[in-house]
């Protein structure tokens, strides 16, 4: 007759744990109370779930149908109250008894919650589960700042997660630096340096006496009796294992629930894993750990005890607010016979520190770049003699560390992806069981580098090793068939080998033709690369770029005129209106972009048109600069903080004329109102109290998306910068036709913060020099064409009226 299986708790440790059993095919009947109402997920990625990258389903590790297929019982929303050791039972808060022959709590822990006087009330949340995130989202839809009590790991997610929703956010940690149970004090401040440039606030070394407001949080009182405004508040202060059940079952308990080596607690029939455990003394809050004890815990409780758990090395690799950080071993260094080899770079949020004794690793952090992480955990784990000058253990970098051939001499049971617990054991069960050929087969199938990712180099390794000859690299993306290089290739091209046209670049890379999508490409890529000194290619550009008017369904264009931060005056309106009922132009309509478009004009009529306007292009036809929509600010709303009418207009004048990518579209609001939009634009700048926020990568068109944001800053002078270098960046990285949200998140937020607004002050003088020379090389096409066009040609039509339609692109 099957044994009865009971598990109380749904989350990562308890379901790694039950899969690992379930792999042993045991006659089990087996129950999961889950206290939440959700499948199992994946915890590191609650932070995702409060910025908006990802939904609930999206950070499902196990979905119902998983459930199924194994014949597990699951009871969602099921709280267990009681257990009943004598007599095998346990109570759920509806007075069900359920009997087992085997229990597994895997309970994990419960947040810590200071006492602090107003606790209660309204706008003051904890941040653990996916409630908790359901709730601090909705509460960010009427509020401006939140606080933030802890700089723990989670506590910093959470922060990162309000600020993305355009929250001014405030970090207040009662110790001297921040994550002081993962890094140094030196480490610490690296990462606060990184954080407060992204425009997170943080206080140290700060205790929290109260919480102020009349049944709503209205703000945060601290000891030293200084207050932060403040309508939203989230505690993240810490855990302890929730040990509630083990009190009731009499097991014995310390600070966990006390197990041995085969993680069995002090009743023969009772069996604990993850967060609630405490081993040895220790009690472990990270992922890796707690798949360590699964394993061997499947094996005991199934009857094949063999696996002793002998404790994990502490080690910490994850991204905190999109910052890198690794932590393993003794890292503080500050023993007697410990050594320490550092490395520094303040500008660049670099900090690397390997500790070293007896010739011999023990301990390293990591933030910034932590590319060398699973090299110097090896070594910290191997307890390996340092061979090498030290300094060089900084340095040696991942290409060398970590060959297929070093990642292979590891044993079957060492983490590989520490997020979701999968190990190398796994991944190659996987590759040859199911025969994966790519990085992505393996993600789908083992799950393996779908948390922060950066375990996806030891993932590709591994298939490397073992798929051999049916190894699949990941799509290469290359411009065209026609130039078969990526747009990175073609740009250093251009650069060292100083082409000057399209044809150059076809005859020599390329089929010496091209086509209708790649010469368009390359005559982009030029110009950019080479700031405007290029040999401009007519032929090689679409009809709207030939004749600076967007060619329409009938034949005409369209011609919109700029009107900077859509601000016009009385005189350019009667031009308009002139030239409208001159040339018989069939509608004048109002954009959404605060501009007005002359429609239905005769492609022989645009130059004479320009020439009495003598306005400038408005680009509406390119992949270009289009506009910047601007609200009325300070200058005559009453709920305006920033000047964002001149703003728009500095903005859009710095920018106006130059070839993006993509089209890009841009908006600055006077206040968080976001009356012009600005947070679903490519480029927007929103008006706070004492500054602006900087957001990118918005769109609302086909896709709706909120923008996130780029940098927080306090003058108009830091807002402007910053977009320019964001422009400027997405210039020279994004592909052809890649607009700005679809390249921010195909490269992180984070990665964009690092490389523009936090980058090196040579880097971003760089861009900014680049961006300088391209504008001084821009004209208004409008004001030089429609005095000496391109060709004689340029403006007359040949095409007979019933061709048209035919030759019209739909």
Known sequence: MPKRLVVVGNGMAGMACLDQILKKKPDFDITVLSEEPYYNYNRILLSSVINGDKKVEDIYINTRQWYEANHIDLRLGTKAVDVNAEGKTVTTETGEEISYDLLLLATGSIPV?????????KGVFVFRNIADCEAIIEQCQVSKRAVVIGGGLLGLEAARGLLTRNMEVTVVHLAGHLMEMQLDEKGGRILKSALEQMGLKVRLNTLTTEFLGNGKVEGVLFKDGTIEEADLVVISCGIRPNIELAKKAKLQINKGIIVNDYLETSDPAIFAVGECVEHRGKVYGLV???????????????GQKGALYEGSTTATKLKVAGIEVFSAGEYRGDAPGMEAVVYEDGAKGIYKK???????VIGAVL??????????????????????????LLFEGIEKAC????????????TICGCIGVTKGQIIGAIREKGLKSVSDVKSCTKASTGCGTCSGLVEDI????????????????????????KKQIRTIIQTQRLKTVQEVLEIYGNGTGCSLCKPALSFILDEVLCGEHREDRSARFINDRVHANIQRDGTFSVVPRMRGGVTSPEELRKIADVAEKYKVPMVKVTGSQRLDLLGVKKEDLPKIWAELGMTSGFAYAKAVRMVKSCVGTDFCRYGTQNSIQTGIDLETMLEGLYTPAKVKMGVVGCPRNCAEATVKDIGLVGIEGGWQVVIGGAAGKRVRQADILVTVSTTEEALEAAKLFFQYYRENGEYIERTYDFVERLGIERVR???????????????????????????????????????????DFVLPKEQEALIER
């Open 367 to 392: 933030v910034g770049e932590s590319e060398d992480a699973n090299r110097l955990l090896e070594k910290i784990r191997k307890g390996e003699a340092i061979t090498s000058p030290r300094q060089a």
């Open 463 to 486: 298939l490397r090793a073992v798929a051999g000859g049916n190894f699949q690299k990941e799509k290469k993306e290359i411009l065209c068939e026609c130039v078969p290089f990526a």
């Open 754 to 796: 690092r490389e523009t607004v936090l980058a090196s002050e040579e880097v971003r003088k760089g861009l900014l020099e680049r961006l300088a020379k391209s504008k001084a090389r821009a004209v208004n096409p409008w004001a030089v064409e429609s005095k000496k066009p391109i060709h004689p040609f340029q403006f007359q």
């Open 288 to 302: 890796a750990p707690l798949f360590d004890q699964g394993r061997v815990l499947a094996e005991t409780i199934t």
């Open 403 to 414: 060959a297929a051939e070093d990642v292979m001499s590891r044993p079957d049971s060492d």
């Open 354 to 360: 390997v500790v070293v004794a007896k010739d011999r």
């Open 113 to 121: 919650i200071p006492p602090i006087a107003g606790k209660e009330k």
